[in-house]
Nanobody, 114 residues
């Protein structure tokens, strides 16, 4: 499975971006998905996840601002990011898991200016 992430860019603090991750094949209800990010000079961290059953979880610092969603018909995972802060600056990567397999997108860069 190939994952193509898009939607990153430069935005001012307080702005919004919507990231998308399109899979090259059908992703159905048996796939778990997540968005990670890697800030400059820091380790990768889990930002948002959605289980097979649809339960979502978020990094504390993005709760209430970010929303992960899936569109099975379009084989797409989204991350809606609102009220962006400079500390959200990072490369964002999507991850799709169908155990025992895990697939990663190439990343899309988000820069939030103050």
């Amino acid at each position: 499975v190939q994952l193509q992430a898009s939607g990153g860019g430069l935005v001012q603090a307080g702005g919004s971006l919507r990231l998308s991750c399109v899979a090259s094949r059908r992703i159905g209800g048996t796939w778990a998905m997540a968005w990670y990010r890697q800030p400059p000079g820091k380790q990768r961290e889990l930002v948002a996840s959605m289980t097979v059953g649809g339960t979502t979880d978020y990094l504390d610092s993005v709760k209430g601002r970010f929303t992960i969603s899936r569109d099975n018909a379009r084989n797409t995972v989204h991350l809606q990011m609102n009220s962006l802060k400079p500390e959200d600056t990072a490369v964002y990567l999507c991850n799709v898991v169908a155990k025992p397999y895990s697939y990663w997108g190439q990343g899309t860069e988000v820069t939030v200016s103050s």
